[in-house]
């Protein structure tokens, strides 16, 4: 097995780096993009049109039955 270069350590941290760095770019692009397709969509539907939002249609109201 070769040596190491005297350096290494640094190189190898420089390296890391820069991988963390665009981890970190990627994850940020990722969570913008959630976000910008989340306020398009509530934009589309209205607010109050989520997941959780009282149907009109709900079963037991009177104006359902």
Do not use: C
Request: no cysteine.
């Amino acid at each position: 097995m070769a040596p190491r270069p005297p350096n290494y350590r640094q190189q190898r941290g420089d390296r890391d780096r820069v991988k963390q760095q665009k981890k970190q770019e990627r994850l940020q692009r990722r969570e913008d993009d959630a976000q910008r397709r989340k306020e398009e969509r509530d934009a589309l539907l209205g607010p109050g049109s989520g997941p959780h939002a009282p149907d009109s249609n709900t079963p037991g109201t009177p104006e359902s039955e």
